[in-house]
């Protein structure tokens, strides 16, 4: 699988973005995806993901509220909505991939992942 990322940028206290990650390689409704970030000097930290039928998802506890997680078959597709953006939401931002096919809960460690994409950087100035 091989997973590309994008739309990061820099963006105001309480601005939005919408990252996109596309996947190719391996039939992209049969498996979950994830999104993760990493701070500078902090360890990578799971921040939602989302099942392969869409039917659940799961997020991190401080961006609740604020990130929404999709996913558009057609497209090969998923997406992070993120608004209310704080300075702390700045980092690399990185999806990945469920190698798993038809996994039956949210997967949200780590481990759960076996692909990841390059990452892309939120900026979020105070």
């Known amino acids: 699988v091989q997973l590309q990322a994008s739309g990061g940028g820099l963006v105001q206290t309480g601005g939005s973005l919408r990252l996109s990650c596309t996947a190719s390689?391996?039939?992209?409704?049969?498996?979950?995806m994830g999104w993760f970030r990493q701070a500078p000097g902090k360890e990578r930290e799971f921040v939602a993901a989302?099942?392969?039928?869409?039917?659940?998802?799961h997020y991190e506890d401080s961006v609740k509220g604020r990130f929404t997680i999709s996913r558009d078959d057609a497209k090969n597709t998923v997406y992070l909505q993120m608004n209310s953006l704080k300075p702390e939401d700045t980092a690399v931002y990185y999806c990945?991939?469920?190698?798993?096919?038809?996994?039956?809960?949210?997967?949200?460690?780590?481990?759960?992942?076996?692909?990841w994409g390059q990452g892309t950087l939120v900026t979020v100035s105070s």
């Open positions: 390689g391996r039939t992209f409704s049969k498996y979950a």
């Open positions: 989302i099942t392969w039928s869409g039917g659940s998802t």
């Open positions: 990945a991939a469920d190698p798993l096919d038809y996994r039956n809960y949210v997967p949200i460690a780590l481990g759960n992942y076996g692909y």
